[in-house]
């Protein structure tokens, strides 16, 4: 029987087991919207098609599964291009369906035309023009297929109108069949061996893991490599919960603010044995000066991620989660002391460690935004889900929040993009509408995406948002104290909403707390509140995230709090 390509695709949709998707609607595709009208599949249906495009990545993030966004032609179409990038940056699946005019229309400049395609090619991991309602069911499975194996990553797929409204007799696929595209599961098994030797040679050894400890699900094999051989664990801001971040070998994050002991580490090490990690240029700093003694052994899915920044001895192209545990039974017939042979080292690392610890100071006046994080762990015991924004509260939710499982931490690495914190957390409300969800935000980067207010109203998501709320775009004017001599120039804020009200007039709760003693009181009280609540907490205006590492300067170049 022929049917319609919007029905085609709402088939192919639910053949791919998608239960909600994240959209605004548009003329070109009203056809796919009358069609969901009838389904089972849930429409999100945000304030802004970037909203949408973050709300599916957080989707994503949180639950392992891929995230999908619907718009119209045209403004629809070019409004996601921020969400895209970004969930490219971090290798986030997404599948984001584009209206596009008629076919016969395409390159007439007919109104709403947009060549998305063009316009995303490139920061999507692919792309598709359909021409023919035939190719539809095709191309859906073709599309969660890429976008889910080998390195995730967003792919666009191009509607245009008529062939929403074209019939054919559909065929849906079973399998994706794609002759080019074969990614590398397992590593290679004289690669796992030399690696293991490796392993056992190092004796100031560092674990550093990455997003695609995150993406491969490889957290229980991270812990047995590290316990095992009793080796420290230093992560990227994206494998923050790859590894426990209460374990005794962890040794935070590396980087530009990450802790003295992961950077001196890392500068000290003899081994870097990299998980899914790219060495972008927050982790490295100076490229020549880091970890100047050290071999590198890197695992990545990707095997254009490898030697990218920087050079690795050893590479094992595959899968994590795969490769760890080929690695595994070579390291325990290896028998050597791993706890009496890298005691010195953990000393040292624990030395560092006692030196400069992460600190701040609490008085009774003000309330330090590192306090609040601590308190948001404390009386959660670290059991949710934490989405930020980006900047200084970005920062401090990496440094002060412990992440003891994956998918808890979802933020913005990559891309660095302010606005994605609110819609990303509901993403993950609609994926575990059980669980607590806080959106750690600034009062800069809120006002980026506060139209989804409405959006977590009107589905009853209870996500809960911590606006550390210091009256400047934080980490700009941080560097502008730091290195322009204190000049703030378009950085302060203190012409910004009642934020209190404008939850109210969204139909949300609005908390402040203005005086450390506030601070617990008013955490305890959103989180019993079914409802959204947005929490204004007022602090002090000139905090600094510490440690830091200045740009060009190598990661042992920390200015210390």
């Known amino acids: 029987m022929k049917k319609s390509g919007a029905e085609i695709l709402i088939e192919s949709l639910v053949r791919e087991k998608v239960k909600d998707i994240f959209g605004y609607p548009g003329g070109v595709v009203l056809d796919i919207f009358d069609r969901l009208f009838d389904s089972n599949i849930r429409l999100i249906f945000v304030r802004h098609e970037q909203g949408g495009v973050h709300a599916a990545d957080g989707y994503a993030r949180a639950s392992g599964k891929p995230g999908v966004a619907l718009v119209t032609s045209g403004p629809g179409a070019t409004n996601t291009v921020t969400g895209i990038a970004t969930a490219y940056m971090?290798?986030?699946?997404?599948?984001?369906?584009?209206?596009?005019?008629?076919?016969?229309?395409?390159?007439?400049?007919?109104?709403?035309?947009?060549?998305?395609?063009?316009?995303?090619?490139?920061?999507?991991?692919?792309?598709?023009?359909?021409?023919?309602?035939?190719?539809?069911?095709?191309?859906?499975?073709?599309?969660?297929?890429?976008?889910?194996?080998?390195?995730?990553?967003?792919?666009?797929?191009?509607?245009?109108?008529?062939?929403?409204?074209?019939?054919?007799?559909?065929?849906?696929?079973e399998k994706a069949h794609i002759p080019s595209y074969n990614p590398t599961y397992k590593g290679h098994i004289k690669q796992i061996r030399r690696a293991a030797s490796m392993i056992?040679?190092?004796?100031?050894?560092?674990?550093?893991?990455?997003?695609?400890?995150?993406?491969?699900n490889a957290?229980?094999?991270?812990?047995?490599?590290?316990?095992?051989?009793?080796?420290?664990?230093?992560?990227?801001l994206m494998g923050l919960g790859g590894f426990p971040g209460t374990h005794p070998l962890f040794l935070g994050m590396?980087?530009?603010?990450?802790?003295?002991?992961?950077?001196?580490?890392?500068?000290?090490?003899?081994?870097?044995?990299?998980?899914?990690?790219?060495?972008?240029?927050?982790?490295?700093?100076?490229?020549?000066?880091?970890?100047?003694g050290a071999k590198i052994l890197q695992v990545d899915i990707d095997p254009t991620s490898i030697s990218k920044n920087v050079h690795a001895h050893l590479p094992v192209v595959g899968d994590v989660k795969n490769v760890l545990r080929d690695l595994l039974p070579h390291l325990k017939e290896i028998k050597t002391g791993w706890k009496s042979r890298h005691t010195p080292w953990l000393n040292q690392i624990r030395e560092w460690q006692e030196t400069y610890p992460l600190a701040y100071k609490q008085g009774k006046r003000e309330i330090k935004p590192q306090f609040v994080i601590e308190k948001i762990n404390e009386i959660t015991g670290g059991d949710c889900i934490i989405s930020t924004e980006v900047g200084q509260n970005q920062?401090?939710?990496?440094?002060?929040?412990?992440?003891?499982?994956?998918?808890?931490?979802?933020?913005?690495?990559?891309?660095?993009?302010?606005?994605?914190?609110?819609?990303?957390?509901?993403?993950?409300?609609?994926?575990?509408?059980?669980?607590?969800?806080?959106d750690i935000a600034g009062d800069g980067s809120i006002q980026m995406n506060i139209q989804e207010m409405m959006t977590a109203v009107q589905y009853r998501l209870p996500v809960k948002i911590a606006i550390l709320n210091n009256q400047f775009l934080g980490m700009v004017r941080q560097w502008q104290q730091l290195f322009y001599n204190k000049r703030y120039s378009s950085t302060c804020l203190t012409c910004s909403p009642d934020f209190v009200k404008l939850a109210e007039a969204y139909g949300a709760v609005g908390l402040r707390a203005t005086k450390p003693h506030e601070v617990v009181p008013t955490l305890e009280?959103?989180?019993?509140?079914?409802?959204?609540?947005?929490?204004?907490?007022?602090?002090?205006?000139e905090e600094n995230v510490y440690p830091m590492v200045p740009a060009g300067a190598s990661i042992k170049n920390m200015l210390l709090a």
């Not at 016969?104 to 598709?128: L, V, W």
């Not at 003891?404 to 819609?423: A, D, H, N, Q, V």
């Open 254 to 292: 590396l980087g530009m603010h990450g802790t003295y002991r992961a950077n001196m580490a890392v500068s000290d090490t003899d081994l870097i044995v990299a998980l899914g990690a790219r060495f972008d240029d927050r982790v490295t700093g100076k490229l020549d000066e880091f970890a100047p």
């Open 525 to 541: 009280k959103a989180f019993s509140l079914p409802h959204p609540v947005l929490m204004d907490f007022r602090v002090s205006r």
């Open 200 to 216: 056992a040679k190092a004796e100031r050894p560092v674990i550093l893991i990455g997003g695609g400890v995150i993406a491969s």
């Open 90 to 173: 971090d290798s986030i699946p997404l599948v984001v369906l584009t209206g596009q005019v008629p076919t016969g229309m395409i390159g007439n400049d007919a109104f709403q035309e947009a060549d998305i395609i063009g316009i995303t090619r490139p920061c999507t991991k692919h792309s598709y023009l359909v021409r023919d309602v035939k190719d539809l069911a095709r191309t859906i499975k073709e599309a969660f297929y890429v976008a889910t194996t080998g390195r995730p990553g967003p792919v666009v797929i191009d509607l245009p109108k008529d062939m929403l409204q074209s019939r054919t007799e559909p065929h849906y696929p």
């Open 219 to 236: 957290a229980a094999e991270v812990q047995k490599l590290a316990t095992h051989t009793q080796t420290p664990v230093a992560s990227t």
């Open 395 to 438: 920062m401090w939710a990496a440094q002060y929040f412990k992440y003891t499982k994956p998918r808890t931490l979802l933020t913005s690495g990559g891309l660095g993009t302010m606005g994605y914190g609110f819609p990303a957390a509901i993403g993950a409300q609609v994926a575990f509408p059980d669980k607590l969800v806080i």
